[in-house]
């Protein structure tokens, strides 16, 4: 007898935050404070974004908005900064940190709770050479009260 099965791919963090209500955190105006970190756990970069309403034309197709850096400490220099933005699907955050650059992206994205953010950050390019490429590193992030 044989079994025929399919391959089931589970959804990621991302697809689930994305299919969850957005939290009363995640709002235009709001501030956050991000931690990237390397692939060795230590602190890649730190950065303050307020995810402003100004709409935005990006590379991708979506709904972004404007994110505006409010402090920005970067020990990892291939972690760009170039016109960044950001965009809300229920309570998955993406924010691509370099809009201007279609072909060397670099994204943090992941899911926000009422607790705060965690999620990746990394490069989005179509080809990378091997030298070049990186571990999908951790992201974490709190809200900021007014």
Known sequence: MLVDGCATTQPSAYERAAASPTPGTLFPNSRWAIVLLDEHGQVAATIVVKLSDVPVKTCDSGNYRRAEILADHRVDDGIPLYNPAYEVTGAALRIQLSTGLCDDGYAIIGG?????????????????????????TRAFGVSIPD
């Open 112 to 136: 926000v709770t009422e607790r705060g953010f965690e999620g990746v950050h990394t490069p989005e390019v179509l080809i990378v050479r091997k030298s070049e490429q990186r571990a999908e």
